[in-house]
């Protein structure tokens, strides 16, 4: 669970949750290609072994859901900072049972649980970036005012600043933390107007790392008491010329960890 700015990227759990096979049909997602569900569970297991095996994070394995498509996408159900996890209200009325579960196994880790109960708000986690220095909350087909509101009362420490989503579901469908002070983002038009704007509501001052393709800068940056800096993110093989621009922009001595995502 990411910390203050010292103990930014810092982990001790991974919360992951199985894939249900009404994943491939009935999930909610942004492209129409077909999900081929077996290889979809490959690599969501070799992204399980790495979490624990390789980086020796506690993993939380939480059941799929049948009645629930999307839950395999669990960082949505919830926003954990410190001691303290918010229990969202998604966007997408089919997720909102989703969080019941998030729930329980949070408690399970003694966290501070909050919720949110307001029915005109909606959160997505996908649309909240953690810099560890402030948060940035993406205004999104799954996340309004309210939703950031409500983040901004539970996580008092930090400055909230929110940012407009007008391409893509989620803010960090094209940015990411690369590590301290380092935003990864793609090179399309709206993610640079969305950097341009978080830049502009910030008094902190953020390297950038642009890479190609908006996917790509899906990354999960850790520094890890045996392993150093580590930034996991998808394969050369998805994202060639993404690939390239991590090499030479590589920051804080992180080693890349390469992993193929759901693609969603």
């Known amino acids: 669970m990411a910390g203050l700015m010292s103990g930014f990227g810092h982990y001790t759990h991974a919360v992951v949750r199985g894939i249900p096979a009404s994943l491939a049909k009935e999930a909610l997602r942004s492209c129409q290609a077909e999900v081929d569900l077996a290889e979809a569970r490959r690599e969501h297991e070799e992204y399980v072994e790495v979490l624990g095996t390789r980086l020796g994070l506690e993993v939380v394995e939480l059941p799929a859901d049948e009645s629930l498509p999307d ?48 029915e005109k708000a909606t959160l997505d986690g996908g649309d909240v970036l953690f810099t560890g220095r402030e948060f940035f909350v993406g205004l999104s087909k799954r996340t309004n005012q309210r ?21 893509g579901l989620h803010l960090k469908s094209f940015c990411s933390m690369g590590g301290p002070g380092l935003i990864v983002i ?5 993610a640079q107007k969305a950097l341009k704007i978080m830049q502009q509501m910030s008094d ?60 969603f």
């Open 186 to 190: 793609g090179s399309s038009e709206p």
């Open 204 to 263: 902190h001052r953020y390297d950038k790392l642009t890479v190609p393709d908006d996917l790509a800068a899906n990354c999960i940056y850790m520094n890890l008491p045996n392993k150093g800096h580590v930034l996991l993110h998808p394969t050369a093989e998805q994202y060639p010329e993404s690939a390239k621009e991590d090499c030479r922009g590589n920051h804080a001595g992180c080693s890349g960890l390469m992993l193929k995502s759901l693609g």
């Open 147 to 167: 939703g950031a509101e409500i983040l901004a009362d539970a996580f008092k420490d930090y400055a909230v600043s929110t940012v407009p989503v007008l391409e």
């Open 71 to 118: 839950c395999v996408f669990v960082e949505d159900a919830a926003v954990v900072c410190g001691d303290t996890a918010l229990i969202t209200r998604p966007g997408a009325e089919s997720r909102r049972r989703e969080t019941e579960t998030m729930k329980s196994a949070l408690k399970e880790l003694n966290l501070n649980i909050v919720e949110m109960t307001d």
